[in-house]
Structures are given as structure tokens and as C-alpha cells.
């Protein structure tokens, strides 16, 4: 039995809608990205699609699998920061970050403080809108925390820091991938690599029948079929040299913005 993290959110549906939910091997444990983090950390799942963020503070430990993450060039449409000010303006004033996120928490940091030049102070808060600007000038939302409160239109500035980043570096983003203990490789190499195809096998079908996902993030969010066709063509799914230089870039930042204790090095397994 391998227990996965299963993430609830529309992002991660060409991950999981066509994963078996009944296969003897799999156990799904539902949780925000934060809360997976910190099961894969203390063992209570075997592996989940983590924070990027994450994988660069277990790096040593842990290995992702190939071919998987949730990354885009450019615009993303659910990693959005919410501000009262220009991003410019924010230098002494408060950022509420979701406390769902680790990524897009320490990837709001990289640019404000790099790209605009301004040092906010932090509150990390659940995701609400309205609860983060009673407290806040600017707030952090991701997924569809993000796309719901982006729906109703709040009257603020809104950055969406997949484009922001791009506009920074000219690199794609690695938002999450899917990780697990290395010390798994040795004990339960055939099930982590059954589970790997599986993995993989449902996100290949997702991706030819995407408007089964995109009526189905119709059903759960609203929104028209169109909105959720766009959201869709932003997304990479796979991890391929472009996607991984990316995330070698956010990860290389973090640690030389001491968000990160050491300088991560990436392994894969299985090797392709
Ligand atoms: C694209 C998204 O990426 C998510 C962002 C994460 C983070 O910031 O830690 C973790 C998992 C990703 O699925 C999103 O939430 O919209």
C-alpha cells in the first residue's frame, strides 16, 4: 500500500481525475499543499505532489518522480497576490500569505524583494480575502481560494506571480512535484514504480480528454467552460529540461535569499 497526498483543488485535476480511487495499492490522503508537506515530512504518506518550496528543504531525502509537476511559462491564473497599493508601494506594509501555500509564499518574497525592491512585513492567515485585507495591504491566494476571489472581481490590484516570475527571469515555473523518501527506492521499489505509471497513465489520459475536467471544474466552481479551457493552456504537466531549469532557477533563489539552508540538488527516480 503506498498512501498518496490527493490535492482537492482544479489545478491538480489532470493529476488525479483519472486515478483509480479503488486500486488495492493506493490510499489517497486529501489535504492543501501544506498539509502534504508536512505528512511527507513525518511519514504519515509516502508521497505527494509537494510545494516545489518543500522538495528544496528535503531535498537530501527525498526523490521526484520524472515527468510530473505542475509548472507554467508565464501566467498562471491561480497564484495571484491581491494588493490595496502598486506592488511597488509596498515597502513596511503587511502581506497576508495563505497558509496553504509554500512555494508561492517564498516565490511572493523572491519578487517583491528582488523584482520591486520593497521589504513587507509577513502574516501568514487562511485563505480569505476579506479576512486577509481586514488585517493586510496586499494578500497571496493560490488555487481556487485564488480563481474564487478573483471571480467576484474585489476592487485591487491583482498580480499573478507566474507572469510576474517570467517577467523576472524569462524561466518557466515549477510550482509542485511529486516527491517521496529516497529510502523508498530500496524498500519498495515495484510499488513506488507501479504507482509511478499509474501516476502517469491517468495524467496521459487527462490531457486528451480535457473537457471532461473542464466541466467538472464547471461543476465545482462555476465559472463559464471557456474560463476553465484558458485556465488549462497554462499548465505543463510534465517536467522536461526547460521546466527543470525553472525550477533550478527558484530553487537557487531561495537558497541565496537564505529562504532555503543549502543549495538543493534535484534527483529523479526512476532515471530516465
Ligand atoms: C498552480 C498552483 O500551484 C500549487 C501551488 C503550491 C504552493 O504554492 O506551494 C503547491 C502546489 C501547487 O499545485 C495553484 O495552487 O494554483
Given at each position: 500500500m503506498i498512501r498518496i497526498g490527493h490535492n482537492p483543488n482544479t489545478n491538480m485535476l489532470p493529476m488525479f481525475h483519472f486515478l483509480?480511487?479503488?486500486?488495492?495499492?493506493?490510499?489517497?490522503?486529501?489535504?492543501?499543499?501544506?498539509?502534504?508537506?508536512?505528512?511527507?515530512?513525518?511519514?504519515?504518506i509516502d508521497m505527494a505532489p509537494i510545494s516545489a518550496f518543500s522538495y528544496g528543504e528535503h531535498w537530501q531525502d527525498y526523490a521526484i518522480l520524472p515527468n510530473l509537476s505542475v509548472s507554467t511559462k508565464g501566467r498562471v491564473g491561480s497564484i495571484l497576490l491581491f494588493s490595496k497599493v502598486p506592488l511597488e508601494n509596498l515597502d513596511g506594509m503587511i502581506v497576508a500569505l495563505t497558509d496553504t501555500s509554500a512555494t508561492s509564499v517564498n516565490l511572493t518574497k523572491i519578487l517583491l524583494h528582488q523584482y520591486y525592491g520593497v521589504v513587507p512585513r509577513y502574516l501568514t492567515m487562511s485563505s480569505s480575502l476579506q479576512g486577509m485585507f481586514a488585517k493586510a495591504d496586499a494578500a497571496l491566494l493560490i488555487a481556487d481560494a485564488a480563481i474564487q476571489a478573483a471571480l467576484l472581481q474585489p476592487e485591487c490590484y491583482i498580480y499573478d506571480l507566474g507572469e510576474e516570475w517570467f517577467n523576472y527571469t524569462g524561466c518557466s515555473m515549477t510550482y509542485a512535484v511529486w516527491a517521496f523518501p529516497k529510502r523508498l527506492i530500496t524498500e519498495r521499489k515495484e510499488e513506488v514504480f507501479t504507482v509511478?505509471?499509474?501516476?502517469?497513465?491517468?495524467?496521459?489520459?487527462?490531457?486528451?480528454?480535457?473537457?471532461?475536467?473542464?466541466?467538472t471544474c464547471q461543476t465545482m466552481l462555476g465559472g463559464s467552460l471557456e474560463f476553465w479551457r484558458d485556465y488549462f493552456t497554462q499548465f505543463n504537466y510534465g517536467l522536461d529540461k526547460t521546466t527543470v531549469a525553472g525550477l533550478e532557477k527558484y530553487l537557487n533563489l531561495c537558497f541565496e535569499q537564505n529562504l532555503l539552508s543549502s543549495r538543493p540538488v534535484l534527483q529523479f527516480w526512476p532515471e530516465e
Open positions: 483509480s480511487k479503488e486500486h488495492p495499492l493506493l490510499e489517497s490522503i486529501t489535504a492543501e499543499p501544506t498539509g502534504h508537506n508536512a505528512m511527507l515530512c513525518d511519514g504519515r509511478y505509471q499509474m501516476l502517469i497513465a491517468a495524467k496521459t489520459k487527462a490531457l486528451i480528454n480535457m473537457e471532461d475536467i473542464v466541466k
